[in-house]
């Protein structure tokens, strides 16, 4: 890697860090944009039709809830269950457009267009930068490359379904959870951060087997004011 | 048709709800408590999501070869590894084990 010479140390610090947050953003795109192919794959086996699941990540573009609405009308779901599941694990994104409107200060006309990239990759990789500007180019890079590449390879994995035969012999089942792992290690900052996720972890998996799918995650939401509260009320005990 | 019909309504609902999060009044977030929680809820749900997608089976709770390909995730996440490459590592060893274990 050159620099410039004429550069200020400042200047260059600035550009690095500016070059270090798309490559950061160019990175969870890429990924996980790639895992789209994951996406089509089960999307075909679950019965729907290639215009059907090309519809769902142009228009949808959050992969759990199309994941979850597939999978929920490939066993032969009632429509309405697997919508609702779909949009419940969608609420989530309404968490992170809160944060991100705090973090990004986005002008009102703005809104309507980057609401669509409010995903948990773009809220992840704008949460972990350190300023504003740097917040919002990690959110458009991640979001313009991992919506290009999530569509391309929905496609493509939709259209070489039936080659491909069962994703889960390629381990493709497993690439979803790595993501949201790895999402989640970047977000792990404190105590309380790790508290909240492991007690996500245990009623999440209590939750499992009793509640409809979609509902668990929900109810593991509850772990974020639950810790807080027993933070508080620790504070405020002498 | 009923099929057209879900991806619809889940594509407007889902699309509601992101701009609804990104729309909500700035002043709403003033208060400590609500920036806190904002904060922590994604964090909880990207848990539960990783630990239902790696031990769950429809319902039911299951240690399979996925859970080999996210234990080697998490290492490669010590290891502070790329994002690519985590992903990568999961997918091969969760592919290797379940071709090993038939």
């Known amino acids: 890697m050159t620099t410039e010479p004429l550069q200020t140390p400042i200047d260059r610090a600035q550009g690095r860090s500016r070059a270090a947050v798309v490559r950061d953003a160019l990175g969870v795109g890429v990924a996980v944009g790639l895992s789209g192919f994951a996406f089509g794959v089960t999307s075909a086996g679950a019965g729907l039709s290639l215009a059907q699941t090309c519809a769902l990540s142009l228009l949808v573009f959050t992969g759990a809830s199309q994941f979850a609405l597939v999978g929920a009308l490939g066993v032969g779901g009632s429509p309405a269950a697997a919508v609702a599941g779909a949009l419940f694990l969608g609420v989530r994104n309404a968490f992170y457009g809160l944060r991100l409107a705090q973090l990004m200060r986005l002008p009102r006309a703005m809104r309507p267009l980057a609401a669509q990239w409010v995903i948990d990759e773009t809220s992840a990789v704008a949460m972990a930068q350190p300023d504003r500007s740097s917040a919002r180019l990690g959110f458009a890079v991640t979001g313009a490359s991992l919506y290009l590449l999530w569509n391309l390879t929905t496609f493509l994995g939709a259209l070489g379904a039936e080659a491909l035969g069962d994703p889960s012999a390629w381990g493709l089942d497993a690439a979803g959870p790595a993501v949201f792992l790895a999402l989640l290690a970047s977000m792990l900052r404190g105590r309380q951060e790790t508290l909240v996720a492991v007690l996500a972890v245990a009623l999440a998996l209590v939750c499992l087997p009793l509640l409809p799918a979609g509902v668990p995650v929900l109810v593991s939401a509850l772990a974020a004011p639950i810790v807080l509260m027993l933070h508080r009320r620790r504070e405020a005990s002498p | ?102």
Not at chain 2, 6 to 33: E, M, N, Q
Request: with cysteine; charged share 10%; aromatic share 4%.
């Open chain 2, 1 to 102: 048709m009923t099929i057209w019909i879900a991806v619809a309504v889940t594509a407007l609902g889902c699309y509601a709800v992101k701009l609804l999060g990104l729309s909500v009044p700035a002043g709403l977030l003033d208060r400590p408590l609500v920036r806190r929680i904002a904060a922590l809820v994604p964090v909880a749900m990207l848990a539960a999501l990783t630990a239902i997608q790696t031990f769950g089976s429809g319902q039911a709770l299951v240690v399979d070869a996925r859970a080999a390909g996210l234990a080697a995730a998490a290492a490669a996440l010590l290891l502070r590894a790329p994002f690519l490459v985590v992903v990568a590592v999961a997918v091969a060893v969760t592919a290797a084990v379940r071709a090993l274990t038939g």
